[in-house]
């Protein structure tokens, strides 16, 4: 079964700056559109980022201009460049496909902004 592992998430200052990384294995992951999620506490998970099969991406409104999802299929990985992060972007984020599977949630990676 396919499997996601989500990792780079820490502790950042307001105005800082995190990659997150997603690696997948055990699927084909360059025929899947993926995508980043996140849960923050007591909100509903929402789709924040997400990259096509062709490298077209679209992101939330609240993260645009500040947030850069890429692929690299040769790897297998799907990343998330966040700069000027904010205390509302405080979360846990996981990666899955576009539209999510629920077989393919993980751990998340947890991002917590705080001065």
């Known amino acids: 079964q396919g499997q996601l592992v989500e990792s780079g998430g820490g502790l950042v200052q307001p105005g800082g700056s995190l990659r997150l990384s997603c690696e997948a294995s055990?699927?084909?992951?360059?025929?899947?559109?993926m995508a980043w999620y996140r849960r923050a506490p007591g909100q509903q998970r929402e789709l924040v980022a997400s990259i096509s099969v062709f490298g077209d991406t679209t992101y939330v409104d609240s993260v645009k201009g500040r947030f850069t999802i890429s692929r690299d299929n040769a790897r297998s990985t799907v990343n998330l460049q966040m700069d000027s992060l904010e205390n509302g972007d405080m979360a846990v984020y996981y990666c899955?496909?576009?539209?999510?599977?629920?077989?393919?949630w993980g751990q998340g990676t947890q991002v917590t902004v705080s001065s």
């Open positions: 055990r699927i084909i992951f360059r025929i899947y559109n």
């Open positions: 899955n496909v576009n539209p999510s599977n629920d077989r393919y």
